[in-house]
């Protein structure tokens, strides 16, 4: 599964395995309509392995940190389960050691799906799938959101209470433990915005410049900000007066990675009009964007999550002969920019993945750069190394 994909469940009782080159804790949280638990014993972890219809399983024998999920035994108002991990060690990352979550039938062992978030940074704690009603029946979605402030951060948003430890008592006055140990923290509560955290970038500030791998929320104050965008892509032409034919390009993928549509040149509109291209440009002379690729968000199929934006060279040149390709998101109402990324670098390939919009399991979209570097000259060619990259 990519980010922000769905599957259904073909099973009543499933187990979700979590595993990682670092040493894991798993929890689950049963959740309402609204997000939140419905007390602090909707928080199921490894001091707490029993709830209504999830059980956490610890590691054991080679088998890795798990929970559980009975939907038939799950209380009604649950509408659906969170299945977070956290790293053991509160002073490392997730960064080059992304968790992969395998969801297997309880009964059976029959795997179901997995999903393997996208690169991760200072990330010290994940929600890593979810497990939802909806309808009649029930799905795994992949999430892959996450915290800097590790499990607390999570249990904190989803309304469990979390309380910072008395460092000025003695050991032997100490109160008992909660039911959930926050991560080492400095002598005194650290401000919700402390120096160094990791925070969702979004566009409440206005105007982001984006590096590679670097990501951006569509939303503000809290709410999704556009129904509709463009991304213009742009480049100078080659000195010595030689021209390069470049093409810019948006394919969109499904939850499996498989590629639904393409809007390049050869075919300006799909998913009626959704996605439409400007049309082609064959020199990249002139100012301003040399393409570009409306995209109706709120009009997209909901078998899309994800959606990638390459530049190939029709002509064959390499990039080395490319000056200052860039890419940038804009209002499509309004014509303001609102996010940029600019290649630092060119290599002697003939296309290049610029940025992924994804959309997340809470329907917002995230937009990273990309910038890797490929051998592919039109956009057919560029499926699969995109699909590599969500």
Known sequence: MTQGGNAPLTATRVTVEVTAP??????????????KVRSDADFVFFNAPEGPGVTHRPAAGGAPDAITVDTAALPSEISKVVVTASLDDTTATFAGTEPTATVRDAASGEVLVTFTPPRLGRETALVVVEVYRRGGSWKVRAVGQGYANGLAGIATDFGVSVEEPDRTAAPAAAAPPKPLAPPTA???PAPPAAPGALTKVTLDKGKVNLVKGGSVSLEKNGKPFLSAVRMGLGWEAAGRGRNIDLDASCIAFDAQRNKIETAWFMK??????AIAHSGDSLTGEGTGDDEAITVHLDGLPPEVCGLVFVVNSFSG???TEVKNAYCRLLDAGSGQELVRFDLSHAEARTGVVMCKLIRQFSGEWVMTAI??????????AMVKPAAAML
Do not use: C, H, I, M
């Open 317 to 319: 040149q390499k990039f």
């Open 371 to 380: 910038g890797e570097y490929v051998d592919a000259k039109t956009a057919r």
């Open 22 to 35: 670092k040493p894991l804790d798993v929890s689950g949280l049963l959740l309402t309509e609204a997000g």
């Open 268 to 273: 300006l509109n799909v998913f009626n009009g």
């Open 186 to 188: 400095p002598t005194a």
